[in-house]
């Protein structure tokens, strides 16, 4: 499986943004897939995540009502609508994935997540 993250970019405050997640491999469709980011300095924490079967989604505090992840499963793609960004919102996202259902208790816990991809750099200019 490999995961290439696109659509970072400098935008300004209260924009808009788009990142796109391109899966390839084999058994793509038992893939839960999720967004963490990292800031300068701070530990990677997840944005978004997306459970394979019936793509329940999840997402962390501070990105809640703003962000929306979801998954076209004939294109193979995540994505992850970005709007109302914030200063603080600026890092490098990465999409990740794993072979097995995410739960709310466990969707942004690092550790688990087998593939990852090159992070994409979003940053939000006030």
């Known amino acids: 499986v490999q995961l290439q993250a696109s659509g970072g970019g400098l935008v300004q405050v209260g924009e808009s943004l788009k990142l796109s997640c391109e899966l390839s491999?084999?058994?793509?469709?038992?893939?839960?897939v999720a967004w963490f980011r990292q800031a300068p300095g701070k530990e990677h924490e997840g944005v978004a995540g997306?459970?394979?079967?019936?793509?329940?989604?999840y997402y962390g505090d501070s990105v809640k009502g703003r962000f929306i992840i979801s998954r076209d499963n004939v294109k193979n793609i995540v994505s992850l609508q970005m709007n109302s960004l914030k200063p603080e919102d600026t890092a490098v996202y990465y999409c990740?994935?794993?072979?097995?259902?995410?739960?709310?208790?466990?969707?942004?816990?690092?550790?688990?997540?087998?593939?990852w991809g090159p992070g994409t750099l979003v940053t939000v200019s006030s």
């Open positions: 990740a994935a794993l072979k097995i259902y995410i739960t709310e208790r466990y969707w942004s816990l690092t550790s688990l997540f087998d593939y």
């Open positions: 491999g084999s058994g793509l469709q038992y893939l839960s």
């Open positions: 997306i459970g394979s079967g019936n793509g329940r989604t």
